[in-house]
């Protein structure tokens, strides 16, 4: 079961909780935000997607951020776990408690 949004919770927490990318066990959930959002593949969508809402502008460095969100919904699985990969994010699995 997902946890949803809670009252207090950071956005970018919530976030990272929707798309998976955040364990129960995660301390430095900020710290995570700040790597995803400059992982190569998030800014370059991000900035793609900036351009065509407003192709007049150059896209900002900060698309990244804004559009994070939009650009982990349009990823595939394969390209979901290849980005966990790069941010070092574990297997849930290897966090279980062995009795």
């Known amino acids: 079961m997902k946890r949803q949004h809670t009252e207090g919770e950071p956005a970018y927490m919530a976030l990272l909780r929707k798309h998976g990318l955040i364990n129960p066990r995660q301390m430095d959930a900020f710290h995570l935000w700040m790597r ?3 992982d190569p593949v998030v800014r370059e969508r991000g900035k793609k997607k900036a351009a ?3 192709p007049a ?3 900002s ?3 990244g951020y804004s559009y994070a ?3 982990l ?3 595939t699985p394969k390209e979901l776990a290849a980005l ?3 941010l070092g994010i574990r297997p849930e699995k290897e966090f279980a408690v062995v009795r």
Do not use: I, N, P, T
């Open 84 to 86: 966990k990969q790069r």
């Open 61 to 63: 460095f900060a698309s």
């Open 52 to 54: 065509a809402k407003r």
């Open 57 to 59: 502008h150059m896209a």
């Open 73 to 75: 919904k349009q990823m």
């Open 69 to 71: 969100d939009f650009v």
């Open 36 to 38: 995803l959002c400059e």
